[in-house]
């Protein structure tokens, strides 16, 4: 298994453009996870997936931050419009058995 | 609210000896823990869990233990090498599925 895939692995853009991060779960689990990672804030959890249905989206920021899951292999995160507050490394991660998480590789976002 | 708490310094060992990484917990005992590390541009990587009900856990050289009366977990790494230098990540399960992480310990071992 090639692991959680997430692309692109950097992201640079400007000030009120819209980002759009993607992700690809691993094969069979069945939660997936969104997370923002900082020097200030850490790892936070943005949004999680169950079944491609979104539970707990609590920690969105705000209204210009969205996520989908349209099927099983594929999820997406989107920024609109980025803010320069914005640019951190967003994580997807993925489990079937609620515990053990599996990462990817994450993408840097710069917003100038 | 529950709280995380990592040593915010990094550790320094020195190669051959035993890492000792803290993890604690201000409110309730959570049904079990995690352990993950994060390299430099990667993803934190799952490593071990522990149950509330298990005092420790082992895994090669390292090994995890859960003390509800001090509200704690401490992570050993035996032997420790160079290529054990990384970030390690203590997390929880609050409500539903939501892992929440500490901010982790940079562990930097010399030769």
């Known amino acids: 298994d090639a692991g959680v895939i997430q692309s692109p692995r950097h992201e640079v853009t400007e000030m009120g453009q819209e980002v759009t991060l993607r992700c690809k779960p691993i094969s069979g689990h069945d939660y997936l996870f969104w997370y923002r990672q900082t020097m200030m804030r850490g790892l936070e959890l943005l949004i999680y997936f169950n079944n491609n249905v979104p539970i707990d989206d609590s920690g969105m920021p705000e209204d210009r931050f969205s996520a989908k899951m349209p099927n099983a292999s594929f999820s997406t995160l989107k920024i609109q419009p980025s803010e320069p507050r914005d640019s951190a490394v967003y994580f997807c991660?993925?489990?079937?058995?609620?515990?053990?998480?599996?990462f990817g590789s994450g993408t840097r976002l710069t917003v100038v | 609210s529950q709280k995380i708490e990592q040593n915010s310094e990094a550790l320094n060992i020195q190669e051959g000896k035993t890492a000792t990484l803290t993890c604690n917990y201000t409110n309730y005992s959570p049904a079990y823990l995690q352990w993950y590390r994060q390299d430099p541009g990667r993803g934190p990587v799952f490593l071990l869990l522990i149950r509330e009900n298990e005092k420790e856990k082992r895994k090669e050289r390292l090994k995890v233990t859960f003390d509800t009366t001090l509200k704690q977990s401490l992570f050993h790494i035996t032997a420790s090498q160079p290529a054990d230098s990384a970030t390690y990540l203590c997390a929880y399960m609050e409500y539903g599925n939501k892992l929440v992480f500490g901010a982790g310990t940079i562990l930097r071992v010399k030769s």
């Open positions: 991660a993925s489990t079937g058995q609620g515990y053990g998480y599996t």
